[in-house]
T-cell receptor, first 115, second 113 residues
């Protein structure tokens, strides 16, 4: 079974631009979560989607948004980029078993650099 | 409220020495517990997980962890550290309430030759 894939792997943008990152989950996984990882703040939860609905959300400004498609693929968008948005963005997918996420499987991440 | 606490953001051990990374959780319901490892510029890789079966869980690369309900702990151990074990380690918990996954702040393991 193919793992979680994320595209692109690397991205350079300038302040004020917007960016869209893509995540394809493991086949059969309906839950997709996004995380931001920086040296200073560690691993921070952005949001989780399940069956095309945002189910959980972290404490990030409205510039960060996401969506999930009917095939469970997910995208996240960051508008009006700031220098502080430079980070590794990780996507994870999971199966739901007995009403909870069983295991999160991570993609390799997208490294975003904002200049 | 659910949370995960990893004691020690940095741990150094000598090659061949015991590795012990600490994780405590708070959960009002029986949790699923996980340890992940992350190498530089990579995603997180599952090391092992506890899902209410055997309390001593064996994972990849010689790691194991023991679920202790009375201590609300899930510490990660390896009898003999190898240079390739140097990485960031994350403890995580999955709970039914709100269907959420919580990660600890991570522990950076350094192995000294």
């Amino acid at each position: 079974k193919a793992g979680v894939t994320q595209t692109p792997r690397y991205l350079i943008k300038t302040r004020g631009q917007q960016v869209t990152l893509s995540c394809s989950p493991i086949s059969g996984h309906r839950s997709v979560s996004w995380y931001q990882q920086t040296p200073g703040q560690g691993l921070q939860f952005l949001f989780e989607y399940f069956s095309e609905t945002q189910r959980n959300k972290g404490n990030f400004p409205g510039r960060f948004s996401g969506r999930q498609f009917s095939n469970s693929r997910s995208e996240m968008n960051v508008s009006t980029l700031e220098l502080g948005d430079s980070a590794l963005y990780l996507c994870a997918s999971s199966l739901e078993v007995a009403g909870r996420q069983e295991t999160q499987y991570f993609g390799p991440g997208t490294r975003l650099l904002v200049l | 409220a659910q949370s995960v606490t990893q004691l020690g953001s940095h741990v150094s051990v000598s090659e061949g020495a015991l590795v012990l990374l600490r994780c405590n959780y708070s959960s009002s319901v029986p949790p699923y517990l996980f340890w992940y490892v992350q190498y530089p510029n990579q995603g997180l890789q599952l090391l092992l997980k506890y899902t209410s079966a055997a309390t001593l869980v064996k994972g990849i690369n010689g790691f194991e962890a023991e679920f202790k309900k009375s201590e609300t702990s899930f510490h990660l151990t390896k009898p003999s550290a190898h240079m390739s074990d140097a990485a960031e380690y994350f403890c995580a918990v999955s709970v039914r309430t709100g269907n959420q996954f919580y990660f600890g702040t991570g522990t950076s393991l350094t192995v000294i030759p």
